[in-house]
């Protein structure tokens, strides 16, 4: 399917190239072709049409010589514009907000992930319901109507019923959505009383976020199968992954890989993603991961972090970690301060990024002896497991060991500290 993009520059907007170009990596990435792109100077959009009757010829002429089947817009429009353009133009209008809306469905796998799509949707089709369309939308939900919309009122238009038929359809899918939730509530509270220290990978879309995931597992010996999927596409995972990254000297954290950002992010997408980005929320640190080679990345870096604050994360530490080093032909590894310039497939680059994050979620951690008696050998055991151990020495009182400890494990065996 072949497409032309078309963007409207209000007040001379500074990223409107960025936008532009993110445009067509989501056309691009929704397997459409882009074979023409357009822009228009506007100091507000048209309420009819957005873009003016001129460049409404201009779309109509571009679409004939190229031969186009879609016209996707760089903004969300009103029912009544997506309608007019259509008329005018002779090409099936596709706004931003579903253009990445359908994106997001095609990714989606896990059952958690293709219902908060689904809510998206339907939230997006809503004010977008058409009577020519009800009888297609009644084939599509007449098994979930139910025999409640079977004897309305005489003057209940096509139009409502359908209406009610998706508000329905919305509250028995968060309905489900809740149930399937409970499960992840429940992990998420149990990590937290694990008192691990948690760590969040956030960042642009496509910008490395599970590949260093992968590499901080490889680094740390994990197996093969704790490894997250990875490919070179927009969004091409859509669920926050959690694992246990365990250090030889016994340091422990959880490390989340979250679903990615990108500028003008549909509200209804946040909000469904939301709990999907508990895991951030309930971060002791974010790893920012930026695409170095970007020439836009100020401007993702913008772009998450208006997102997160839209969902109440602004106030947890972050490292600002640029990635793709390599192919930015900067030097790596290299750290100031909490930026780290690195590569996530490079090994020197993945050992710095680790040492960085260990500095500043280990800090509570100190150097204590205890004396343990012969009769508590599973708390001998528990610290073996649990903590560095310098030093250990068999009295006759019992173990005396010397070893670095959380500061849960401290509190746990005070007792016993010499």
Do not use: C
Not at 49 to 61: D, L, R, S
Not at 78 to 83: E, F, V
Not at 178 to 187: A, N
Request: proline fraction near 2%; aromatic fraction near 6%; avoid cysteine.
């Amino acid at each position: 399917m072949t497409a032309v993009i078309i963007g409207g520059i209000e007040n001379q907007t500074e990223n409107f190239t960025y936008t532009m170009e993110e445009l067509q990596a989501l056309a691009e990435a929704d397997n459409l072709e882009v074979v023409a792109s357009i822009h228009q100077k506007l100091e507000r959009p048209v309420a009819a049409t957005y873009f003016g009757a001129g460049k409404v010829t201009e779309i109509f002429q571009a679409g004939q010589v190229h031969a186009a089947d879609a016209l996707i817009v760089n903004d969300e429009l009103s029912p009544t514009q997506i309608r007019n353009l259509e008329q005018d133009t002779g090409l099936t209008v596709i706004d931003r907000t579903a253009l990445i809306l359908d994106i997001f469905a095609s990714r989606a796998r896990t059952k958690e992930a293709k219902l908060q799509v689904e809510i998206a949707k339907l939230q997006y089709q809503l004010p977008r319901l058409r009577t020519s369309a009800a009888e297609k939308l009644d084939q599509q939900t007449a098994g979930n109507a139910g025999g409640g919309f079977t004897n309305r009122g005489a003057g209940e238009t096509k139009l409502e019923l359908n209406r009610r038929v998706i508000e329905k359809q919305i509250s028995q899918l968060r309905k489900k959505l809740k149930d399937v939730q409970k499960d992840q509530v429940t992990q998420s509270k149990q990590r937290r009383a694990s008192g691990l220290p948690q760590v969040a990978l956030v960042g642009y879309t496509n910008a490395g976020k599970s590949t260093t995931m992968n590499g901080l597992l490889q680094l740390t010996g994990q197996e093969e199968d704790k490894q997250v999927f990875v490919k070179n596409m927009l969004f091409a995972t859509l669920d926050t992954s959690v694992r246990k990254v365990h250090f030889a000297d016994n340091k422990e954290f959880l490390l989340s890989d979250t679903v990615g950002f990108v500028s003008k992010l549909p509200h209804n997408l946040v909000a469904a993603f939301e709990s999907t980005l508990a895991e951030a929320r309930n971060a002791d640190l974010l790893v920012q991961v930026v695409d170095a080679s970007d020439p836009h990345a100020r401007e993702m870096i913008a772009t998450t972090e208006e997102t997160l604050a839209s969902i109440g994360i602004d106030d947890i530490p972050m490292i600002y970690a640029y990635n793709k080093a390599d192919l930015a032909n900067t030097r790596y590894p290299l750290v100031t301060g909490d930026t780290i310039t690195y590569s996530a497939r490079d090994s020197q680059s993945l050992q710095v990024l680790a040492d960085v994050i260990r500095q500043k979620i280990f800090t509570g951690y100190q150097t204590l002896t205890f004396l343990i008696p012969f009769a508590e050998g599973q708390l001998v055991q528990q610290l073996n497991e649990e903590a560095q151990i310098i030093k250990t020495d068999y009295l006759a009182t019992g173990t005396q060991i010397t070893a670095e400890v959380s500061p849960q494990l401290a509190a746990q065996l005070q007792d016993y500290v010499q």
